[in-house]
């Protein structure tokens, strides 16, 4: 099994090298590295001799050869493909530029010789999607294993390795040898071909026949060694020697032996001999149909050239032959062998996906086929493909020059989901037909335009208006797909201009103090593309100058309406208050059957509120239109006060997930989600990303977390860790905010004394919103952009501080009174971004507009 350990360690001193300069300058000269490799290692090569059983240590050091090159974050992994270390890599610093790495070996090795290589990765991401130059790179190892308290190992002849052969004479009776080799593996090579032991290797005490073979030898004498050699290092060597008679025929060299890929071109060889005697006209003929020779006579000394040509029917395996050197007295067999070895047909990939891993990408895909014959070539097919996938070759030649197949996808007509077949590639060489097998796939996911928020808050006061939004709309397999979009409703406007979205309301004629709801529907040109989330508007139509409410009732958890100006209150009881954000009246309640009530949300078009019902364990959802009970969804963990809920909207399909990550819903149906630890949930407006960030903790954590859903992925909602971690400097962490357009994530935490800005696509810091000497324990973004950034502080002129989109200071506010703070988390804009809302310590509700 591959093995992967990361050396958490290397990361931090390989990033922290900078552009620095030459090394630690040890005494011993390290071997230049491969051309181009990141790191030198010394020694080269790990080598060791190990007793089974048994941990050992073993050193080496890495250099940096370019420090330049490392201009970020470092992730280094250490992979073990044959288990030989432990996942205990440890690093030293020697200087900026030098490491000693301390690796331990596995004391399950058994007793052997291990050779390999371990291989050596530096990446820029913690999933190695990247890599730095020069990486990846070889560290080769070499281990001996040897077993404790053995007896020594041995091996002896029962009589000497000795023979007088006649030349052409069959070979001796074999000889044996006794090995002794207790727990040990051995093997046993000579250095002469006719000395051939019956076996090349073994385990453990056994007999070996070792044979005398003259075959292809000339007359005289011959010595060679018998070498036996145990896996812990020791060593045998059996003397041998073999005198060969003569012949009248002597032949310059031993038997003919040709070895071939088959189906590739073979070179000849020459033969050389001599005849003893008066008698020199020779002949030469081969049994084989195989084997050719020219010249077929002459004069002694002679030489003949053996030629080898395959034909259709030969496969490959062993085949051997006689050629027959004859004159009128006297005769000799030569042997000659011919060993084909089976051609590979080999395709770059093993398998072709079309439509990408979401089914929204319909790119061709190409693999390289190629056939190791050289540059001979030879027919290939494929099996039949699919109605729902093209290539642009299914028949032809195919040699060592790669032939390259082309795969397209046919759409039209195909169901949404996932379907995958096997398909053949063959070709036939000569006897041999060779498969390369292919799984070709295919997922479509429905096509869709999108548009980058679904819920839009509008206002007209005495004082000041917002009523203009722009958004985006996107099509999710960015082709760029044709649309119009149309409104319900006379007094908003809805403009297509390029890939935005321009909403406009006009309030005149709507009557005073009301909300008007408008919806907005895309309308895309071609039929085969979807527009599934219609775009909900609202228009608070107000005649009342700003002035700031406070309410004095007490509740426990706050929430602002995204397209209404109202938020939503409870104090855990059965009821869940509703008020007008602008007048501060209460409008209306929604009755909930529980007495103990947790977090609410809404989704982001407005049109759900959902809520814990932590006594009987489920989640209750309401309908904000009509106030009344759509659906309660049970829930299988424990439920608590501190147990959150998050809408979200992964490419426009609705789902909430739960707290412990195990089970979201939608559209009625359960789907599976992935363990989330405990915390703060937030999720951008266009549904690709989570965040979380742990609660109280004395060193925050914060997640990221990209999202998905496709009708082709097998599991459908697709969750996955991105980036995050402990955050050192940061402590008992109290909320977070995304902002409208996704690119920055806010966090509030007690220390530091500030709010933190953070770039979104790997969780890097942007900037700090200082919040004075207040502990920040409330942060939200409104629909324009501007951050706030609440504390708990007493006696302070402000509590809460408001910065622009780019961490520019704008104003200061107070809104809980002088000797009273901000219920953490309990701090809401309100959905047109112009009024700031929040529970204050001494059981009241405050209302401050703040404008556009």
């Known amino acids: 099994?591959?093995?992967?350990?990361?050396?958490?360690?290397?990361?931090?001193?390989?990033?922290?090298?900078?552009?620095?300069?030459?090394?630690?300058?040890?005494?011993?000269?390290?071997?230049?590295?491969?051309?181009?490799?990141?790191?030198?290692?010394?020694?080269?090569?790990?080598?060791?001799?190990?007793?089974?059983?048994?941990?050992?240590?073993?050193?080496?050091?890495?250099?940096?050869?370019?420090?330049?090159?490392?201009?970020?974050?470092?992730?280094?992994?250490?992979?073990?493909?044959?288990?030989?270390?432990?996942?205990?890599?440890?690093?030293?610093?020697?200087?900026?530029?030098?490491?000693?790495?301390?690796?331990?070996?596995?004391?399950?090795?058994?007793?052997?010789?291990?050779?390999?290589?371990?291989?050596?990765?530096?990446?820029?991401?913690?999933?190695?999607?990247?890599?730095?130059?020069?990486?990846?790179?070889?560290?080769?190892?070499?281990?001996?294993?040897?077993?404790?308290?053995?007896?020594?190992?041995s091996a002896a002849s029962a009589v000497a390795l000795s023979a007088s052969l006649a030349l052409d004479g069959l070979a001796a009776a074999p000889i044996n040898v006794a090995i002794k080799a207790e727990a040990r593996n051995w093997s046993a090579s000579s250095d002469a071909v006719w000395l051939k032991p019956a076996a090349a290797a073994g385990s453990g005490s056994a007999n070996l026949a070792v044979t005398l073979d003259p075959s292809g030898l000339a007359e005289g004498r011959y010595s060679a060694t018998l070498t036996l050699a145990a896996s812990d290092g020791q060593k045998v060597l059996l003397p041998a020697a073999l005198t060969v008679l003569p012949s009248a025929f002597h032949v310059?060299?031993?038997?003919?032996?040709?070895?071939?890929?088959?189906?590739?071109?073979?070179?000849?060889?020459?033969?050389?001999?001599?005849?003893?005697?008066?008698?020199?006209?020779?002949?030469?003929?081969?049994?084989?149909?195989?084997?050719?020779?020219?010249?077929?006579?002459?004069?002694?000394?002679?030489?003949?050239?053996?030629?080898?040509?395959?034909?259709?029917?030969?496969?490959?395996?062993?085949?051997?032959?006689?050629?027959?050197?004859?004159?009128?007295?006297?005769?000799?067999?030569?042997p000659v062998e011919l060993n084909l070895i089976k051609p590979t047909l080999k395709l770059s990939v093993a398998s072709i996906e079309l439509g990408g891993p979401y089914?929204?990408?319909?790119?061709?895909?190409?693999?390289?086929?190629?056939?190791?014959?050289?540059?001979?070539?030879?027919?290939?097919?494929?099996?039949?493909?699919?109605?729902?996938?093209?290539?642009?070759?299914?028949t032809g030649n195919v040699s060592q020059d790669a032939t390259t197949l082309t795969f397209s996808a046919v759409s039209n007509g195909l169901a949404l989901g996932s379907l995958s077949v096997p398909l053949n590639l063959g070709a036939r060489v000569n006897g041999d037909f060779l498969l390369a097998p292919l799984t070709l796939s295919i997922k479509r996911d429905q096509r869709k335009l999108l548009a980058s928020q679904i819920g839009v808050a509008l206002a007209a006061t005495p004082d000041w208006s917002r009523l203009s939004r722009t958004l985006t709309v996107g099509d999710n397999y960015a082709l760029g797909a044709s649309w119009t979009a149309q409104s319900d409703q006379g007094w908003l406007s809805a403009v297509a201009s390029g890939n935005n979205l321009v909403l406009t309301?006009?309030?005149?004629?709507?009557?005073?103090?009301?909300?008007?709801?408008?919806?907005?529907?895309?309308?895309?040109?071609?039929?085969?593309?979807?527009?599934?989330?219609?775009?909900?508007?609202?228009?608070?139509?107000?005649?009342?100058?700003?002035?700031?409410?406070?309410?004095?009732?007490?509740?426990?958890?706050?929430?602002?309406?995204?397209?209404?100006?109202?938020?939503?209150?409870?104090?855990?009881?059965?009821?869940i208050d509703i008020y007008n954000v602008y007048t501060g009246q209460k409008t209306g309640s929604i009755g909930v059957p529980s007495t103990a009530l947790g977090q609410m949300a809404v989704n982001a078009g407005g049109g759900s509120l959902f809520v814990y019902d932590i006594l009987n364990r489920s989640v209750l959802q309401y309908n904000l239109a009509t106030l009344a009970s759509t659906a309660s969804f049970p829930v299988t963990s424990p439920l608590s006060s501190a147990s959150r809920l998050q809408v979200i909207r992964p490419n426009g399909i609705e789902a909430l997930l739960l707290q412990d990550g195990a089970?979201?819903?939608?559209?009625?149906?359960w789907l599976s989600g992935i363990a989330l630890p405990a915390g703060e949930l937030a999720a951008s407006a266009d549904g690709k990303r989570l965040y979380l960030q742990d609660r109280g903790a004395s060193t925050n954590t914060l997640l990221s977390y990209s999202l998905d859903y496709s009708a082709a992925a097998p599991n459908n909602l697709l969750i996955a860790r991105q980036y995050?971690?402990?955050?050192?400097?940061?402590?008992?962490?109290?909320?977070?905010?995304?902002?409208?357009?996704?690119?920055?994530l806010y966090t509030a935490s007690a220390t530091p004394a500030q709010c933190v800005a953070l770039n979104t696509l790997d969780l890097s810091i942007v900037n700090y919103l200082p919040a004075v000497q207040a502990r920040p324990n409330n942060v939200e973004v409104g629909s324009d952009g501007r951050v706030y950034c609440g504390g708990a502080i007493n006696g302070s002129p402000s509590d809460v501080w408001q910065y622009d989109a780019n961490g520019a200071a704008l104003k200061q506010f107070r809104l809980a009174p002088p000797q009273k703070q901000l219920l953490a988390r309990q701090m809401v804009v309100s959905g047109d971004g112009m009024v700031l809302i929040a529970l204050v310590d001494d059981g009241s509700v405050v209302f401050l507009p703040i404008g556009p």
């Open 1 to 153: 099994m591959l093995k992967q350990w990361p050396a958490l360690l290397l990361i931090t001193l390989l990033a922290a090298c900078g552009g620095g300069g030459g090394g630690g300058g040890g005494a011993t000269p390290t071997p230049p590295p491969p051309a181009g490799a990141a790191l030198s290692f010394s020694p080269a090569s790990v080598s060791a001799a190990l007793t089974a059983g048994v941990s050992s240590t073993v050193s080496v050091a890495a250099s940096v050869n370019r420090p330049a090159d490392f201009d970020g974050a470092v992730f280094a992994f250490i992979i073990d493909a044959s288990g030989v270390i432990l996942p205990d890599a440890q690093l030293q610093q020697r200087s900026t530029t030098d490491y000693l790495a301390v690796l331990h070996t596995a004391p399950t090795l058994g007793v052997g010789s291990y050779q390999g290589n371990l291989t050596v990765k530096l990446c820029r991401d913690s999933a190695c999607a990247a890599q730095y130059p020069g990486s990846p790179m070889q560290l080769p190892y070499s281990f001996q294993v040897v077993a404790l308290d053995l007896p020594p190992f």
């Open 252 to 334: 310059d060299g031993s038997g003919i032996v040709f070895s071939a890929i088959n189906g590739t071109s073979i070179n000849p060889k020459t033969i050389k001999f001599t005849v003893d005697g008066a008698d020199l006209r020779w002949n030469a003929a081969s049994d084989a149909a195989w084997l050719r020779a020219s010249p077929t006579a002459g004069l002694a000394p002679g030489q003949t050239t053996l030629s080898v040509s395959t034909s259709s029917n030969m496969a490959s395996g062993k085949y051997t032959a006689r050629l027959g050197l004859s004159t009128a007295s006297s005769s000799r067999a030569v």
């Open 359 to 394: 089914g929204r990408d319909f790119t061709p895909q190409s693999l390289a086929m190629n056939l190791n014959t050289g540059a001979n070539g030879y027919p290939w097919s494929m099996s039949p493909l699919p109605a729902w996938a093209t290539a642009n070759v299914a």
């Open 505 to 575: 309301a006009n309030p005149a004629g709507l009557a005073a103090n009301s909300i008007n709801l408008a919806s907005v529907k895309i309308v895309p040109a071609d039929p085969a593309v979807s527009a599934p989330e219609s775009i909900t508007v609202a228009l608070w139509n107000g005649n009342t100058v700003k002035q700031g409410h406070t309410v004095s009732q007490f509740y426990t958890d706050l929430l602002a309406d995204p397209v209404r100006p109202l938020v939503y209150a409870h104090n855990g009881s059965s009821a």
């Open 663 to 669: 089970t979201v819903l939608t559209s009625n149906a």
């Open 724 to 744: 995050g971690g402990p955050r050192s400097g940061n402590s008992n962490g109290q909320d977070l905010a995304v902002s409208p357009d996704g690119s920055r």
